[in-house]
């Protein structure tokens, strides 16, 4: 079985400030590990992936995440956030099983940025 | 066409009817999945095709739902004798299918009301 648990339904931040989304998962098989973006009206869109190797990963738009397994962690980060930025994020992991690419998502972030 | 399409993008049933959603998955891939997405909430995971076959029905809430592939792409997801407690932001993925390939691309939705 696997979960994840996004710490903070609503984060603001100051346009140019640190942006820290928390992700915690739990996974009874090594696991892939994602963080999507949704803009208002929009798809799910993939801004990075941990699957193997180095543990830290970079995405699109300046965001990056850490997989941490002891602390079964995989927060995003991104140095100075954007306007641009303000949508809703959400982790997901999947299984290294058989099962295909089946996502168990978290209940999202809402990140707000202001002037 | 270049993403996954899904359609209608908003469909108004009223209780107790029938309605189908359509999703037109990226050329050439093979795993196909349908996901839920209730207001403030993450997206939960429905139904996994593999082909035509699916390989994960699990997360079909009852027999209400149903999903068919016939042709191995455009799947169709039913829902019979609708409950307002239905509604919701329907969305379905595609991928490759293989150990590394493990993005998914998400469609728009199709917001579903029944009143």
């Known amino acids: 079985a696997q979960s994840v648990t996004q710490l903070g339904s609503h984060v603001s931040v100051s346009e140019g400030a640190l942006v820290l989304l928390r992700c915690n998962y739990s996974s009874s098989v090594p696991p892939y590990l994602f963080w999507y973006v949704q803009y208002p009206n929009q798809g799910l869109q993939l801004l990075l992936k941990?699957?193997?190797?180095?543990?830290l990963v970079k995405g699109i738009n300046g965001f990056e995440a850490e997989f941490k397994k002891s602390e079964t962690s995989f927060h995003l980060t991104k140095p100075s956030a954007h306007m641009s930025d303000a949508a809703e994020y959400f982790c997901?992991?999947?299984?290294?099983?058989?099962?295909?690419?089946?996502?168990?998502f978290g209940t999202g972030t809402q990140l707000k940025v202001e002037l | 066409g270049a993403g996954v399409s899904q359609t209608p993008s908003n469909k108004v049933t009223e209780k107790g009817k029938y309605v189908e959603l359509r999703c037109d998955p990226i050329s050439g891939h093979t795993a196909l999945y349908w996901y839920r997405q209730s207001l403030g909430q993450g997206p939960e995971f429905l139904i996994y095709f593999q082909g035509t076959g699916a390989a994960d029905d699990s997360g079909l809430p009852n027999d209400r739902f149903f999903a068919v592939r016939p042709e191995g792409s455009v799947s169709t997801l039913k829902i019979q004798r609708t409950e307002r407690g239905d509604s919701a932001v329907y969305l379905c993925a595609s991928s490759f299918q293989g150990p590394l390939n493990t993005e998914a691309f998400f469609g728009q939705g199709t917001r579903l009301t029944v009143v």
């Open positions: 997901a992991v999947g299984g290294r099983t058989g099962g295909g690419n089946k996502l168990t």
């Open positions: 941990y699957t193997t190797g180095a543990t």
